[in-house]
């Protein structure tokens, strides 16, 4: 071909060499007709990546996982990042050699498919050195598409390295020649060739036989989807800054899909309020709509768009629902062939599919605004069916849509107790606000419904507001269901001490017909009588919760049950039963993931109770990755739960060297906490591990800060007189700390946390060895080791004072020997103890001025003191914070915690 009439291809060829693909004049589309066509040079670039493109590298992994003889399909709905996978994996692979063809509708022409191939090998240089394909495309006189696929096959078994070719968009190859011509691609197996697809639904090419003989692999949506963590680092690439609950909404509103969390990004940047922006999201989002429409609703028949519409209403969605919502008996068919041509609408199991989140909420928004009767008749229909199904979550989600209040109410009276037990708290609450409040006011059971879930989340007012709803309309005569509930209820409110009155009769003889009933009623007369302020028989709410664990687990309530053993835990903490504490919180948190609810707010309390005991055994590294495991979850945690996993995780961080960063931590989770309400032992608890911590780097106003904060909330006990020994003996007066903890050791004030006493033997045990009163000191600690071995506590003994650690670490203590000894030295090689001296007073006051740019003659008119005065407090503050600079005591003090 002369340099005149070169074509627009040649541009692709290696250096200026021969165009790759000669051209003849057009001729009738016939089969048999030369094959090479113009290609253009955008049709075999690999796509660029986006700038803010986030990287799949578990994905790119999964594509590396192909074996050289299997084809690589990628398989997902438009919008699922088919693409932009594919180019990463070409880009960042090690197999360089890659041919790609971006395809399209045009290309269901033969000859236009395969020069599209066949340019792309060209530009691929070990094909293009081999010279074979050059010389078969320009021996254009002989050449058809029909034979040209066998000599491509024959010239690529050959070579002598395999090339990648990537079809993209194979979903437009709907012609039978060209998708002929593909299957015998495959058929023929060249053993040069490393096929990739990626296509919105499967080709025709014998898949199932493909996946039976090894020969596919397969990237399918499941696999495409963002994960949480994958969306979290598509916001944090965008430069967006969200939170992790609003990050856990976008990832459920898009369900990962890679074209919803682009569409949302750009919306979000035009937004104000993301947290409004992101209640609201959904496939009705006009950028969202606009794609949806364009790319999946326009390509089906009108009669399967109203069909889907109808259907959409549900998720999941069982096929009987489907017939029932379609009036089609064909609704399966329909489903199937859906899935076919759009992997938005997936088969989850037989006879049951799901609609894309983003799809489905588009359609029902289109129904609902273009036919709202139909609309409301078809969820009422959902939820009567659910409820047939014994579905009450689905069932009062759909009757909420219907605003059917009277069959909102009906279902609620069948179904709320039970849905509050087996842990749908949210589904309950909303159904609660449908129905209204004049409803509830008048109906005695759903007041009742409604004071249970406010005393759950101690909204303690709005609790006792509908008690007293209930009180005003109850009936002379109530059937056995409604006194067993009112009674379970008033017992609830008057054990959190939310409502005044408390039952009005005895609960004793009071039983249900309905086991979920008499269930939550044996738990809250074991919640009661453990809140009992004074004089609680704490064998009898043993009893009652062991029974309430019984029953919630013969009828499945599966919240009840967690409940229940966390409330036993803490029973078995109030008689310092450390042991019965691990073990009823290990079953709390096994429960809970029997029902695949663990880690989540469930289980926040009892892997709290775990992760304080493992830090108290001298395991920090346990405790940290328990705490960390709860905390990474995305659900919202009691604030009692997270503080105690945010105070255990602090305080593992100061145990492995971090004291600073632990302190921080620890000192933010309580300020977090604030005054929500807590057991006394729990408080306690928590502010000895913050104390200590303190102590440890020197911080002396925030051990002082705990101190006062735990008075506050608990009064005067063992605990606050145990803190009060600790900063005297840091601050060197031992002697003083020993008479702190006298009354304790003498019995004389009352202890919440069963290893207090065990903390002021090792205090009385420092001091009387300081004394060098070596007989008393033993002692004090061979109790404090008889005390502590069945409590399972070690921490407090590898933080004990130097004169105590020498007795334990020489074994002149006899039951510092055998299996404590092994188990105390683990502990002291797993934490990092280096306690800082303290600093006084008055270098607490000169270093607060060491940021300044005050010199050390302006220090001392400050407090009128002379200068070499402050040069010795400042020598002595560089002594103890280990620096030799005023910047660098600036700094070490920061991260201490002294300066803020």
Known sequence: MSSQAASPSSELMPGGAEPLVRLREPQPSARDQAVPLPVPASKTAVPELPVQFTPRPALRQWLDGAVSDQIILVSAPAGSGKTLLLAEWVRESEMRETAWVSLDADDNDPRRLWSAVTAALLAVPSVFRDGRLERLIQDTDVLTTSNLVDELVDTLDVLD??????????HELTGPEVLHDLSQLIRRRPAGLRLVLASRSDPPISVPRLRLEGRLHEVRADRLRFTPDDTAAVIRDSGLALTR??????????????????????????????SAFLTEFSGDERSVADYLTGEILTRLKPEMQDFLRAVSLCSPLPAALAVELSARADAAQMLDDLRQQTALVERTAPGQYRIHALLRSYLVADLARQRPETYRLLQASAARWWSAQREPVHALRHAERSEDGRLIALLLRGSGVRLMLSGHLGPLQRALAAVGGDARRTDPRLALMAAMTHLQVRALPAAAAELQDAR???????????????????????????????????TAQVESTQPEINALLHASRGIAEFNRPRGADTDLARAELERAVELARVNDLGFLEVQSLSFLADLAAM??????????AERAVAAAARRGRHPSAWTAGPAGVLALAELLNGDPTAARARSEESLAGWEQLPPESMYTLRAVHGAALADQGRHAAGLAEMRAA???????????????????????????VGNVGAAAEVGTWLTERIGETGETL???????????????????????????????????????????????????????????????????????????????????LELLSTGSVARARGPFRAR??????????????????????????????????????????????????????????????????????RDRGLLR
């Open 161 to 170: 390295s395999p090339v990648r070719v990537v079809l993209d968009d194979v």
């Open 245 to 274: 609950a609003d990050i856990a909404v976008l990832h459920a509103r898009t369900e990962g899909w890679a074209a919803g969390l682009r569409l949302a990004v750009l919306a979000l940047r035009r937004t104000e309020n993301t």
């Open 472 to 506: 005003l309309v109850w009936p002379e005569a109530p059937d056995a269901d409604l006194r067993a509930l009112g009674a379970s209820v008033e017992l609830l409110a008057s054990a959190l001490r939310s409502a005044p009155g408390g039952p009005a009769e005895s």
């Open 575 to 584: 008689r310092g039963d450390h042991r019965a504490v691990a073990d009823l």
């Open 670 to 696: 309580r300020l977090d906490f604030g005054g929500a309400q807590a057991l006394p032992s729990l408080s306690a608890s928590l502010a000895l591990l913050e104390h200590r911590v303190s102590l440890l």
């Open 722 to 804: 145990l803190l009060s020994a600790w900063s005297e003996a840091a601050a060197g007066r031992s002697q003083t700390a020993r008479a702190r903890v006298a009354p304790v050791l003498l019995g004389d004030m009352p202890t919440v946390v069963p290893y207090t006493e065990v903390e002021s033997l090792l205090v009385e045990s420092e001091a009387a060895l300081q004394a060098g009163e070596q007989a008393a000191g033993r002692r004090a600690l061979d109790l404090a080791l008889q005390k502590a071995e069945p409590l399972n506590v070690v921490r407090p003994f590898a933080l004990a004072g130097p004169h105590s």
């Open 824 to 893: 105390l030295d683990a502990a002291r090689a797993a934490m990092t103890v280096d306690a800082a001296v303290l600093l006084s007073e008055r270098e607490l006051a000169v270093l607060a001025l060491l940021p300044s740019l005050m010199t050390a003659r302006e220090i001392a008119a400050e407090f009128t003191v002379s200068v070499n005065t402050v040069k010795t407090h400042i020598r002595s503050i560089y002594a103890k914070l280990g620096v030799s600079s005023r910047r660098e005591a600036v700094l070490r003090a």
